[in-house]
């Protein structure tokens, strides 16, 4: 089993920054991916970046530029820095790992509120 907690959700006004950071622990081995997702009142959850075991990073297309995922795999953290915020980024983000066995595990979430 894997736990994730995600924390450095906050209110921010328009324009400030704010970084997310996952912490796993638990069975933490074979990592394929691992993502942030964000869920918004009344809408579906949506993508927002992942990085892979290797590094590699892809972000939502209308995110790319402002945010910003890393990984420390010293701490086993994973990171979202969020720069230039919007009231449009006001959601849950969610901290989402997948192991190359098929494995998915989230966490509980963490709210970022952006004020106008």
């Known amino acids: 089993q894997v736990q994730l907690l995600e924390s450095g959700g906050s209110l921010v006004q328009s324009g400030g920054s704010l970084r997310l950071s996952c912490v796993a622990s638990?069975?933490?081995?074979?990592?394929?991916?691992m993502r942030w997702y964000r869920q918004a009142p009344g809408k579906q959850r949506e993508f927002v970046a992942r990085?892979?075991?290797?590094?590699?990073?892809a972000y939502a297309i209308s995110l790319k530029g402002r945010f910003t995922i890393s990984r420390d795999n010293a701490k086993n953290t994973l990171y979202l820095q969020m720069n230039s915020l919007k009231p449009e980024d006001t959601a849950v983000y969610y901290c989402?790992?997948?192991?190359?066995?098929?494995?998915?595990?989230w966490g509980q979430g963490t709210q970022v509120t952006v004020s106008s």
């Open positions: 990085i892979s075991s290797g590094g590699n990073t």
């Open positions: 989402n790992l997948i192991q190359r066995s098929g494995n998915e595990y």
């Open positions: 638990g069975s933490i081995f074979s990592i394929d991916y």
